[in-house]
């Protein structure tokens, strides 16, 4: 028996690829994009394709475990729903729901998820997160700016003359853009990459440009500011719908373009030819990616090249635009969350998880229930985090493996993938929803999170009011879905366009206080952190081309994680390549195998993250845990870091 089914990838990736699967008696064998999906068009990256090892991997956990005495034990579904009840009742009979955390991430982004959230609702109101761990700084910032934060449909793109990856990198994070990025070329187009690194879509790019990391705001100001000496400024967009030109073209003013160049780590050439690409190539669209987000002043940098837009004429102009993503909830009836079912309930920081847990009182974090996510790899400052989940006194973890969050819980409840669930996902990286069609049945005992939830809550008084199908949840969830005139039968079948537009603002109206866009006036760079001279390389720990964060397994890791250095920078440091090295941050320490590239910058050690630290990876136990001062997100890439070589017994050689 062979069979076809169109789905939709629910992965923590902008693409959300439209997806065809082929089974075969009942058996996964293979999946690939669908053809008939608007926007990827049969386009789906490897990490898809080789998902399926992922569904049937030995190492999967299939059935729920308890921890006794240190040691996982089998348990039945009963058993381990029955405790976790238990335990939830006791935790809130003596402390109150706000004793126990839920830590929902972003592993998946579907509309049943929503439901998580309700369930701990009906429980009386839990201790939730605020902010992220991803991608808050950036819509903070443009908020800012425009009001509220609205993406150029990715198709808009096949206007552009040219386009900008700012920070982007579509060859390993964002597939379906570069058939769209080919197709600018063959027409005459450029492209111009902006990364501190040379990534895989460098080799797309006319120019690679590369800053210092943290140094892209200056580098959007010299452009700026030689578009303003050519007098090649869109003067009808700037009288007529921003507000704070004035202001903002007195901040460009206390710097010259080679100041500006210079604190940007680049060459006045550099700056030049990105200011060449926005006045001889308009329509230029500018694409920012998320390696911006990951430092405490990245509004600084992400107003400066939204200014850069406004300046350069490509705001609301088909082909143009500042676009950093989409509103992958907002297609969902949001009262499903059931918040208003409560008072406000506390808040934890998410780029401070560990420390707000191990802060939190009155009551303290008591249980811990974590779905969709994987803190104790992913979070920074792991070893804190891994302190405050070990201060909880019971934890519950919905996986797919035995990582290293698994490793502080009391009981691991085994969830299943998107291909063994039914289910609608929208995308932060386009502005289609698409169907999740389940492809096979679940593996082993694996339950979805949804029927999780539906089962526990049948040991509470709430039953009736969470205890309906999935089916029927879907229908009020996507109820403004199908107000925009597509029933659950027809999506099912496809992927549908949400009511947004191809071209965001190209009315000249912005959701600002003034209605329109407003350019940064308050720019103070002496608040931004300097470079410690103990600690001389910026840490970049960024997207693998092989892996979505960490979702991999234990027998996919290398012994040691890889790190590259300047090839120079590291001769200078009696550093051969190969060789095991020790890197260090004021937070923590790990061992790593070193590689040599003569293309990087000297001031950066490059890294890929989501390895676990169990496997000897964990590049976490390195990052500060620190919050960005617009949107709450998180300032990775604020980790400073030493190279040293390691001795025979594993230390450091550095005196």
Not at 115 to 122: A, G, T, V
Not at 327 to 341: A, H, I, M, R, T
Not at 520 to 545: K, N
Request: proline share 6%; hydrophobic share 40%; net charge neutral.
């Amino acid at each position: 028996m062979r069979k076809t089914t169109i789905t939709t990838c629910t992965r923590d990736c902008p693409n959300t690829c439209g997806l065809v699967a082929t089974v075969e008696d009942g058996v996964l064998v293979a999946l690939r994009g669908d053809p008939g999906h608007p926007l990827t068009r049969g386009a789906a990256c490897h990490k898809a394709r080789k998902y399926i090892r992922r569904v049937y991997s030995p190492e999967r956990v299939v059935h729920p475990m308890i921890r006794r005495d240190g040691r996982w034990e089998r348990a039945s579904w009963d058993a381990a729903l029955d405790l976790v009840a238990e335990r939830m009742k006791a935790v809130c009979a003596k402390s109150g729901p706000e004793a126990i955390l839920h830590y929902q991430g972003y592993g998946e982004r579907t509309a049943l998820k929503l439901l998580n959230r309700y369930f701990f609702n009906l429980l009386g109101g839990v201790t939730t997160l605020r902010g992220s761990l991803c991608g808050g700084a950036g819509q903070g910032a443009q908020e800012l700016d425009f009001g509220r934060r609205v993406s150029h449909d990715p198709l808009d793109h096949r206007n552009s003359r040219a386009m900008i990856l700012w920070g982007r990198n579509p060859v390993s994070t964002n597939i379906s853009l570069v058939p769209i990025i080919k197709d600018i070329r063959k027409s005459g187009g450029k492209l111009v990459v902006v990364d501190p690194v040379r990534s895989r879509s460098a080799a797309l790019a006319d120019h690679h440009i590369a800053p210092r990391p943290g140094g892209d705001g200056y580098l959007a100001m010299a452009a700026s500011r030689l578009i303003l000496s050519a007098g090649a400024e869109d003067r009808g967009f700037i009288e007529n719908h921003s507000a704070g030109f004035a202001q903002y073209r007195e901040i460009l003013g206390r710097y010259s373009v080679d100041e500006l160049c210079e604190r940007a780590g680049v060459t006045p050439a550099d700056a030049q030819t990105l200011a060449d690409i926005l006045m001889r190539h308009r329509p230029t669209s500018i694409l920012l990616g998320w390696g911006l987000h990951r430092y405490e002043y990245a509004h600084h940098m992400i107003r400066a090249i939204d200014a850069l837009g406004a300046v350069s004429g490509i705001i609301g102009v088909p082909g143009g635009g500042v676009s950093q993503g989409f509103e992958e909830y907002g297609p969902y009836d949001q009262d499903c969350w059931g918040d208003q079912l409560n008072p406000p309930r506390r808040t934890l920081l998410m780029p401070r998880v560990g420390e707000e847990i191990l802060n939190a009182g009155n009551p303290r974090i008591r249980m811990i229930f974590v779905t969709a996510a994987n803190p104790l790899c992913m979070a920074p400052n792991s070893a804190r985090v891994a302190e405050a989940f070990d201060r909880a006194e019971f934890v519950v973890y919905s996986g797919h493996f035995m990582d290293d969050t698994s490793d502080h819980a009391d009981v691991f409840l085994p969830a299943t993938t998107f291909l063994e669930e039914d289910d609608v996902v929208a995308s932060y990286g386009h502005n289609y929803v698409g169907p999740v069609n389940r492809v096979v049945e679940p593996v082993g005992e694996c339950r979805s999170e949804f029927h999780m939830f539906h089962a526990l809550a049948a040991r509470f008084p709430f039953a009736a009011r969470f205890r309906r199908t999935a089916a029927q949840w879907l229908e009020d969830i996507c109820s403004p879905i199908r107000a925009q005139g597509c029933d659950l039968e027809a999506l099912r079948k496809g992927a549908f366009r949400l009511d947004a537009p191809m071209v965001p603002h190209a009315d000249g109206i912005f959701a600002t206080p003034s209605g329109r866009f407003q350019f940064m006036t308050d720019f103070d760079p002496s608040v931004e952190p300097g470079v410690d001279p103990r600690y001389p390389y910026r840490l970049l720990t960024v997207a693998p081309h092989g892996y979505i964060c960490s979702e991999r397994t234990m027998a996919e890791h290398e012994p040691l994680p890889e790190v590259r250095l300047n090839a120079a920078e590291a001769r200078r440091l009696g550093l051969r390549d190969g060789m095991e090295v020790m890197v260090s941050s004021p937070v923590g320490r790990i061992r790593a195998l070193l590689r040599l590239d003569a293309t990087m910058r000297r001031d950066i050690l490059l890294a890929e993250r989501g390895g676990w630290a169990k496997a000897g990876h964990g590049l976490n136990r390195l990052t500060r845990d620190i919050s960005s001062r617009v949107g709450q997100g998180t300032p990775f890439y604020e980790t400073s870091v030493s190279v040293s070589a390691c001795s025979g017994d594993g230390e450091s050689s550095a005196p």
